[in-house]
T-cell receptor, first 113, second 114 residues
C-alpha cells in the first residue's frame, strides 16, 4: 500500500482565519514533505520532516507553520494567509529523505478570499 | 546543483500513436530520475524511476523510459497513446548523496487527439 491521505480535499478561508491541513501515511516512512503547487507549475518544496526533525525552505513565509506530531502524521497550520497563497497543497512521504521515491497524496485545494 | 529540462510544455498526439516526452538532466553526481503523472486536481502518481540499475525502465500504464548517460536524457515513451493518458507529466531528479531534494521539471501537458 502506497497511500498518503490528505484532509480536507477543499478549503476556503478568509485572510483572518486559522485553519490546518492534515496528512497521514501508514507505510512506515520516516520522511514527510509539504509542497505548494500553483496552476500549470511544478510542485515547490516547502518543508521536510525527517525522523521528525524539520528542514525549512527559507523562502516560505511564517504564516505557514508545519507540525509533525508523530512519524505518521503531518500538519500544516495556516494563519493570516494572502490570496496569492491559493494553490494545491501536496503532502508526500518517502522511506528516507533524499533518494527514495516520494509518494504523494491527492492534495488540498486551498482558496484564500 | 541538479536540474531537469522538459522540452515542450505541450505535446499532442493522436490516439494510437507513439508518445514521446523529453527530459534532459544536469547532475554532477549519478542521478536518480523519476517520471510522475498528474491528472487534473489530483496529486502526483509515480510512473517509473531510474536508480542506476537497468537503463531501460518499465513503468505503469505501458510507459517506459531509457536512461542515456551520453545524452543526459531520460525520455518517456509509450507505443500507443490512449485517451486516458491525457495529463500533466513531470520529470524529476535527485541523487544518492546527502539530503538532496527532488527537483522537478516544468512539466509537459499531453493531449490525446481522438
Amino acid at each position: 500500500d502506497t497511500e498518503v491521505t490528505q484532509t480536507p480535499k477543499h478549503l476556503v478561508m478568509g485572510m483572518t482565519n486559522k485553519k490546518s491541513l492534515k496528512c497521514e501515511q501508514h507505510m512506515g516512512h520516516r520522511a514527510m514533505y509539504w509542497y505548494k503547487q500553483k496552476a500549470k507549475k511544478p510542485p515547490e518544496l516547502m518543508f521536510v520532516y525527517s525522523y521528525e526533525k524539520l528542514s525549512i525552505n527559507e523562502s516560505v513565509p511564517s504564516r505557514f507553520s508545519p507540525e509533525c506530531p508523530n512519524s505518521s502524521l503531518l500538519n500544516l497550520h495556516l494563519h493570516a494567509l494572502q490570496p496569492e497563497d491559493s494553490a494545491l497543497y501536496l503532502c508526500a512521504s518517502s522511506q528516507e529523505r533524499g533518494r527514495d521515491t516520494q509518494y504523494f497524496g491527492p492534495g488540498t485545494r486551498l482558496t484564500v478570499l | 546543483a541538479q536540474s531537469v529540462t522538459q522540452l515542450g510544455s505541450h505535446v499532442s498526439v493522436s490516439e494510437g500513436a507513439l508518445v514521446l516526452l523529453r527530459c534532459n538532466y544536469s547532475s554532477s553526481v549519478p542521478p536518480y530520475l523519476f517520471w510522475y503523472v498528474q491528472y487534473p486536481n489530483q496529486g502526483l502518481q509515480l510512473l517509473l524511476k531510474y536508480t542506476s540499475a537497468a537503463t531501460l525502465v518499465k513503468g505503469i500504464n505501458g510507459f517506459e523510459a531509457e536512461f542515456k548517460k551520453s545524452e543526459t536524457s531520460f525520455h518517456l515513451t509509450k507505443p500507443s497513446a490512449h485517451m486516458s493518458d491525457a495529463a500533466e507529466y513531470f520529470c524529476a531528479v535527485t541523487s544518492n548523496f546527502g539530503n538532496e531534494k527532488l527537483t522537478f521539471g516544468t512539466g509537459t501537458r499531453l493531449t490525446i487527439i481522438p
